[in-house]
């Protein structure tokens, strides 16, 4: 494993960090088993990962009692990044909504610290940008009280654009990372946001890359019409219908040849891609199994291989979903 340091931080990441959204159990299909989740962790852990990413909405609190069961006694010694500010309404279908009030954000922490069952939480972030009044200072403020009360060691933010972002730095220079996603096949990071944290090419602050594999996509395993249950996200995902599933499949197609080639699978050139990019830090990568672990650190073997980056170029440059 390699491990990157998070600018102005302790935190030392390893270069892919363990995403816990479809351990949760819900939104991810019915093939999630509590049993086999905990091996994937475990073998996460294995294979020299520290950091887990996971957050209060996936599986509504599940994926951080799995998480600190798998880990015992380890979750003291790993990086668990968490997230607050999202609820839900279960008698609307799950809806779910941002609330960034402080009172909601410190209820939030209290509830992640239990189901965790650790005393400080590494790395805690906003998950999604404020849907109501709460101003973004009154959100930092609980942020930072938080970490004076040692509740939170550091915080972030997800999913926010490059101008509340810039405001963010601007009143918490503190921050620790934006989470943002960025593959091959979503770029839209390399537009204002890479600009943001790597100003004239210096990295400022961390970038936590998620959606990797573009949910599973880019791993080359669908054929092309997939076929998911209701209760799996990408049953009503675009990216795996038509038209954009066509517009893809000439890029899946080489990373399947190339991979081949180098007998790696395709899922580890799409996180070696993201690892190379200017502006990220490290990637957040959503597994259920233990071979899928298995299978996507090897994208640390390709991160020096300059011909065969050189060779992929032009299919990643002109695919556009
Ligand atoms: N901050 C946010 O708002 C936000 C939003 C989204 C995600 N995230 C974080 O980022 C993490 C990663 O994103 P993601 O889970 O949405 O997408 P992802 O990492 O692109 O895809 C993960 C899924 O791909 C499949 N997969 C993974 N490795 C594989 C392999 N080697 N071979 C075959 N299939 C493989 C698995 O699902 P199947 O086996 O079912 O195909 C896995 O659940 C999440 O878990 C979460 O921690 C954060």
Known sequence: MKYRTLPRTDLQLSAIGFGCWAIGGKWWGDDVD??????????????????????????????????????????????????????????????????????????????????????????????WPCECDTPLEATLEALMALREGGKIRHFGLCNYASRPLTQALAYAPELACLQTPYSMLRREFEFALRDTVAPAGEQTLGVLAYETLCRGLLTGKFGPAPRFPSTDLRHSDDRFREPLLSRAQPLISALRVVGSKLNVPPAALAIAWVLRQPGVSVAIVGAKRPEQVADNVRALELLGREKVWQALAPHIDRTRV
């Open 34 to 127: 509590d049993a086999r989740s905990i091996a994937a962790i475990r073998a996460a852990l294995d294979h020299g990962i520290n950091w887990f990413d996971t957050a209060p909405l996936y599986g509504h609190g599940h994926a951080e009692e799995l998480l600190a069961e798998a880990l015992g006694s380890k979750r003291h010694d790993v990086i668990i990044a968490s997230k607050v500010g999202v609820r839900w309404k279960e008698q609307l279908n799950d809806h779910a909504f941002s609330d960034l009030s402080p009172d909601h954000i410190i209820e939030d922490c209290e509830c992640i610290l239990r189901r965790l069952r650790i005393d400080t939480i590494p790395l805690l972030q906003v998950h």
